[in-house]
């Protein structure tokens, strides 16, 4: 019979469906190459994030280099440069603007940050198949952007995020991440952070905490764990195979990760990508950092988190009409097929 879940943080909604469920391994859909192939000299010519095509995205504002002191323009490990297409722009006003009749409609203008993390030099790598020094170092270019543009004016909500393959919203194939700073924080996150005090009122604690916690005591939907980091796959998981990482450690803001747990950052993070990467071919997905805004940094009842959403199944008319989303696999059942995968987390 289906079941209805409710997120305890959220309190939203979703329907596990268990006769419209596919076995975890019949997710899979294309076929994972053992080599990583080489871009021929065209398709590096025309990628504006391969090495050599520097000026196409412009000047840096974050690159690490191999050796140090490396000045080189082509020799980098890493680069963060601005999007050329940028949802947000730099700007000073953001006062509200309003107009129609007794000023109902209400609009501001779109200032902001927007970077691409470009997070290696090779053409067709992705965060499964580098080693933990790469995956190292796109962190700590997060952590770095993160503190910089924190510190501009306006700017309210950082986030993180990542898109890999075409169904998961990447037009470009060569690896890569971006960072948005905006001046507002939408309702859904005011919403969850509310959920979040509320919690904390009443039990006196961080609802995470707990959340991590129950987790670790049930089992059934643990995937990975490490001395810092814990992941599963959500109780109320919105689509197959969604898995969410967490420090250990209660801490607000993404920000504040130390060197120590980055690196153990690294390899959880590998881990799991690299569960997907072979467990499921390769598929698209989207990850996203979810930090305290700035605002509420510190704060003893909200805990960051990496969410991993692969894009395995269109969201329909149900889910667009009533905010309800049906999955039609069980988190725990996933979680063990993950489980089962032998990674190679590389070092």
């Known amino acids: 019979m289906p079941e209805l879940r409710q997120n305890p943080i959220t309190k939203d909604w979703v329907i596990i469906a268990p006769e419209r469920r596919k076995r975890p391994n019949q997710f899979r859909h294309h076929t994972v190459k053992g080599k990583i192939p080489k871009p021929d000299r065209e398709e590096k010519d025309k990628c504006p994030f391969c090495p050599g095509n520097e000026e196409i995205c412009g000047k840096a504002v974050l690159a690490y280099y191999e050796e140090p002191g490396e000045d080189v323009q082509s020799q980098w490990t890493l680069r963060v440069v601005q ?11 953001t006062s509200r603007i309003t107009e129609g009749a007794g000023n109902f409609f209400i609009k501001m203008n779109g200032v902001g940050y927007h970077e691409v993390v470009i997070e290696h030099p090779e053409h067709f ?5 580098m080693p933990c020094q790469s995956v190292e170092r796109i962190l700590s270019s997060y952590i770095e ?36 700073a905006s001046p507002i924080i939408p309702i859904h996150i ?8 509320r919690y904390f009122d009443t039990m006196g604690r961080c609802i995470y905490c707990n959340m991590i916690e129950q987790e670790k005591i049930s089992g059934k939907r643990l995937i990975s764990e490490t001395e810092h980091f814990i992941a599963f796959a959500p109780f109320s998981s919105r689509s197959p195979f969604e898995t969410w990482i967490l420090p250990k450690k209660h801490r607000a803001s993404f920000a504040k990760t ?22 499921l071919d390769n598929p698209d997905y989207n990850y996203m950092i979810h930090s305290a805004p700035y605002q509420e940094d510190p704060a003893d009842y909200y805990h960051w988190h990496l969410q991993i959403l692969p ?37």
């Open 83 to 93: 999007n050329k297409f940028p949802a947000l722009v730099e700007g000073k006003e």
């Open 125 to 129: 790598q992705t965060i499964a198949t």
């Open 145 to 180: 952007r993160y503190q910089v543009l924190i510190q501009k004016p306006n700017v309210e909500l950082i986030t993180i995020f990542r898109n890999n393959g075409p169904g998961a919203g990447t037009s470009l194939r060569h690896p890569h991440s971006q960072i948005i």
């Open 190 to 197: 005011r919403h969850t952070i509310e959920e979040a005090v």
């Open 258 to 279: 130390s060197a120590i747990e980055k690196k153990d950052l690294a390899r959880i993070l590998i881990d799991i990508l690299q569960r997907l990467y072979y467990g």
């Open 311 to 347: 894009k395995l199944y269109k969201v329909a008319g149900f889910e667009l009409g009533s905010g309800i989303y049906l999955n039609s696999a069980s988190p725990e059942e996933n979680a063990k097929y993950l489980k089962e995968i032998k990674p190679d987390v590389l070092e």
